[in-house]
């Protein structure tokens, strides 16, 4: 059961019906019933090219209006689903956990930790920025999806893209850090097919990295032998943190 403060995912990705559209289609759907039941009617006196041409019509219009149809009730179908925001706290210890394995990594003393910690927040954020302007579609930021925390969720029709993004310094990515990600994505697949909820969930993995051709080279074989196999639609996008600075925050 969904709280009282807990928000739906329909109330937000849910579209909007085209009225005018609508009412255009409905017009044409009756000009060409009338139009099928007078040929009929005429016998061979009626062309046949036109018998046929408003038979083509109808079923066209018919397929558009269900198209259109299924992405109304889309949202519908997704009523069950809640979302809220990620808690400071949540945030946190993942913003954290990623500096701090950032930190061992490269070797960076406890006094210029706050200079990573900066480097990271500016890099998600560039990082969501640009995958919001290829999706043409809003963005929600920190959200839990259920139970589950995910950096952002896009929502286009039926589909939930949740939405994870990491700091990467070398091409290598631990199968720790796979498997968490996986077993995040894993739970709200899993509430979707519990309560028997007709919509699809797909993972884009946003990785920002600072790396040379060769090392974004290994990087990538790396990624498509560990994601291969796995059941999870997974969509892997690479960023560079110099290209985003670029981009949106120098002149």
């Not at 061992?104 to 210029?112: A, C, G, N, S």
């Amino acid at each position: 059961m969904v709280k009282q403060n807990e928000r739906l995912l329909a109330d937000f990705g849910n579209p909007a019906p085209n009225y005018p559209v609508l009412g255009i289609g409905g017009f044409i759907l009756v000009g060409l019933i009338v139009g099928l039941i007078w040929s009929a009617a005429a016998g061979s006196g009626f062309p046949a090219a036109i018998f046929g041409l408003s038979a083509a019509g109808l079923v066209v219009l018919l397929w558009l209006n269900f198209s259109h149809w299924k992405k109304l009730s889309a949202g519908d179908r997704n009523r069950r689903i809640s979302w809220d925001i990620d808690l400071p706290e949540s945030q946190r210890i993942k913003l954290n956990r990623e500096v701090h394995e950032l930190a061992r990594i490269l070797e960076i003393p406890k006094e210029q930790m706050s200079d990573l910690l900066s480097a990271y927040i500016v890099a998600e954020d560039l990082a969501l920025r640009q995958i919001q302007q290829e999706a043409r579609m809003p963005l929600m930021r920190h959200v839990t999806v259920g139970t589950t925390p995910f950096d952002a969720v896009i929502l286009k029709g039926d589909l939930i893209t949740c939405v994870e993004v990491t700091f990467l310094v070398t091409p290598i990515v631990s199968q720790e850090k796979i498997n968490l990600i996986l077993k995040k994505i894993a739970a709200p697949m899993k509430s979707l097919k519990n309560l028997k909820i007709d919509a699809r969930v797909r993972l884009l993995l946003v990785l920002v990295t600072q790396l040379d051709d060769a090392s974004e080279a290994q990087l990538r074989s790396s990624l498509v032998k560990k994601f291969g196999s796995t059941p999870v639609d997974v969509d892997i996008r690479l960023l560079d943190f110099e290209a985003l600075q670029k981009i949106y925050a120098m002149d």
